[in-house]
């Protein structure tokens, strides 16, 4: 039966029940008739026009009490017929039948209040049970159950469903309930192509009725035609000044809502709006709390100076997790209009190419623009198909790129990609903030390796400089003093023996030259030992152990000559920690070590002395670290007092 029937089926149902009613009265009637008063049964009426004022209304009530009357007269002796004669009667009959009406109306009244009374009762008992899951700062998909199911069941619903508006355009299901087995579709994605609650809001942004699906097209008007729904009413969701969502109630029965079922739902879309101003300030909080923390992370391995590769992967892993990506990758650009891998992480490591990859970035791709401009960019809601290079790569629909910016330069780009949904408006801003940790780290590493460069030229310089003046003083004073001691010696043969004092004093001259000799001597191979040069690491050292003060213990693995800068830092090292042990250790012996491995010469000089060495103390220990640190190497001091000192150092033999 269609929906245009529906009332006058109802009214004629009701109608039937009241002359039953009314029947039932009569029969009683009837039987009393012989030992009452005729027009004291009249009361009796009252019995089949109260239930109908209660249940159905007044003016099912006054049918009621109208036919009632003519029932009464009709069938009820003395009367018989509807021609009353006694105006005593006629009145007795009229008053009956005003107060039938009234007290119909009255009942008729005192139920309604009655109903609204509850009404508001469950619905007060309702909207508290929201707030206080709302207080509690329970889960928003908890919130969202709970609206859904009192506002269905508030509204006499047969299902409800709450739904949010999507970047995208579309409209999803966050939370359903049903009174019947058939059940809304939650998670799934509407688009809004036809009739819909959802559409009709998002239009007018205000609650909205729809009577009837029929031949409606539409995701939504189809789900509703395959469930039965006859008519929905739905209210908008406003957060913060911005529609988010909407509430619709539907109902498979022919019965409409009433008026006010708007302002009913209204009030659960307040709360509902504030569960979720309150969950979106929580997860900015946490969202803030999560990306200082990071960049707190990513900062202190820039403090420490750590090599760039640690910075560069660090970022990659929090970016991820930060803005909620797929992947994400650290790139640099290159002077041929290509970009390189850096650093890159993933749920799934394996799909991603390794570090030092290659390519060329392509428009639109977010890489390109972003290396074109020093800018940022993004692409989303694409097909993956469609995006260019490491993008259509990894099967992405959305990517965001930023420059890395160092000295006024693109230096390369921080990117990220999600395979799922869009990235968040603010995504570009907070990448900015690791690319200028990036950029700090890098700088700091260029700097450093400039720095290192430096030192290494001018500890470069400064040992050329000794090998020249140890070379200038072997082949020039040395030689000459040398010359001198035999052309005196030679002199001392010619004197005549009666000049004995003469022959002394060119004898005690050749000794203090011989001194003079050996102490230069003594200084050339303090400026640049020859044997070094000449020999290699292991006879310089041997040299320098059997010229020590104190007993050194030596042992050298292997006779591999090195690059000449190792070989000279090596000797300058040991040189100087044994000079210094000898000066402040007051030890009693020196253990010296020398062997390759891992790439890089291993030095390790132990004393037994006091220990207690601090760099603060001279210039010594502080000349041994810019010495090693010139050439990428490493030094470690221990020296606890008493204890003696040791020294560990590492001086790479690559380039």
Not at 93 to 121: D, I, K, P, Q, Y
Not at 516 to 543: F, K, N, Q, T
Not at 633 to 644: E, F
Request: glycine share 8%; charged share 20%.
């Amino acid at each position: 039966m269609g929906t245009t029937n529906a009332p006058v089926v109802r009214w004629t149902a009701r109608a039937l029940a009241s002359l039953a009613m009314v029947a039932v009265v009569t029969g009683g009637v009837l039987l009393l008739r012989p030992h009452v008063e005729v027009l004291n049964l009249l009361v009796l009426y009252l019995l089949a026009v109260l239930p109908v004022a209660i249940r159905w209304g007044a003016r099912l009530a006054a049918f009621t009490s109208v036919v009632s009357i003519s029932v009464f007269v009709l069938l009820v002796p003395p009367y018989g017929s509807l021609l009353v004669e006694d105006s005593r009667e006629a009145v007795a009959l009229a008053v009956f039948l005003v107060t039938a009406v009234v007290v119909g109306n009255l009942a008729g009244r005192s139920r309604r209040s009655a109903l609204e009374s509850a009404r508001l009762t469950e619905e007060q008992a309702a909207l508290r049970r929201v707030a206080t899951l709302v207080a509690e700062s329970s889960p928003q998909s908890a919130v969202f159950e709970a609206v859904t199911r009192e506002v269905g069941v508030l509204c006499g619903a047969d299902l409800a469903r709450m739904e949010r508006y999507e970047p995208d355009g579309t409209v999803a299901g966050v939370a359903a309930w049903s009174r019947v087995p058939a059940q809304l579709a939650v998670g799934t994605h509407f688009a809004l192509d036809g009739l819909s609650v959802a559409r009709e809001v998002q239009r007018a942004n205000a609650p909205v009725r729809l009577d009837s699906f029929e031949g409606a097209k539409g995701e939504i008007a189809s789900e509703a035609l395959a469930l039965g729904i006859r008519s929905s009413v739905g209210c908008p969701i406003v957060v913060a000044g911005r529609l988010w969502g909407v509430i619709a109630a539907s109902t498979r029965s022919d019965d409409p809502y009433p008026e006010d079922v708007e302002s009913q739902i209204a009030n659960f879309t307040e709360l509902v709006a504030t569960a979720i101003e309150n969950a979106e300030a929580r997860s900015e909080l946490r969202r803030v709390a999560d990306e200082q923390a990071a960049l707190r992370r990513v900062a202190t391995l820039v403090a420490q100076g750590v090599a760039p590769e640690r910075v560069f992967a660090a970022v990659a892993r929090e970016v991820v997790d930060l803005v909620g990506a797929d992947t994400a990758a650290v790139l640099r650009a290159e002077p041929d209009g290509t970009a390189t891998l850096l650093a890159s992480h993933s749920a799934r490591q394996d799909e991603l190419p390794p570090a030092g990859t290659r390519w060329t970035p392509e428009p639109p791709s977010p890489i390109a623009t972003v290396l074109a401009t020093g800018g940022s960019d993004r692409l989303d809601s694409r097909a993956p198909a469609e995006h260019p290079d490491l993008v259509r790569l990894l099967g992405v629909r959305s990517a965001v790129a930023t420059a890395i910016i160092v000295e006024g330069r693109c230096w390369g780009s921080i990117s990220v990609a999600s395979r799922h949904d869009p990235f968040l408006p603010a995504t570009e801003q907070r990448l900015s903030e690791f690319t200028d940790l990036v950029a700090t780290a890098i700088a700091n590493a260029e700097a450093r390796t400039k720095l290192t460069r430096s030192r290494a030229r001018i500890v470069a310089t400064a040992d050329e400089t000794r090998r020249r003046i140890e070379r200038d003083l072997h082949d020039g004073a040395q030689q000459r003093l040398v010359s001198l001691a035999l052309n005196l010696r030679g002199a001392e043969t010619t004197v005549p023996p009666e000049l004995e004092d003469v022959r002394e004093s060119l004898g005690q001259a050749v000794v203090d030259l011989q001194e003079v000799l050996d102490e230069l001597r003594e200084i050339s191979r303090g400026i640049h030992p020859a044997i070094l040069s000449e020999g290699g690491l292991g006879l310089a050292l041997r040299a320098l152990a059997r010229r020590s003060a104190i007993p050194v213990e030596l042992r050298v693995e292997g006779t591999t000559r090195y690059p000449q800068a190792v070989e000279v830092a090596a000797y300058y090292v040991i040189s100087e920690a044994i000079t210094n042990t000898t000066k402040h250790a007051e030890a009693s012996y020196v253990e010296v070590t020398v062997e390759e491995r891992d790439g890089a010469l291993h030095l390790r000089v132990r004393d037994d002395g006091a220990g207690g060495a601090d760099l603060r103390r001279g210039s010594g220990l502080i000349g041994l670290h810019d010495r090693v640190e010139a050439l990428a190497g490493t030094i470690v001091i221990t020296s606890a007092t008493g204890q003696g000192t040791t020294i560990e150092v590492a001086l790479p033999l690559g380039p």
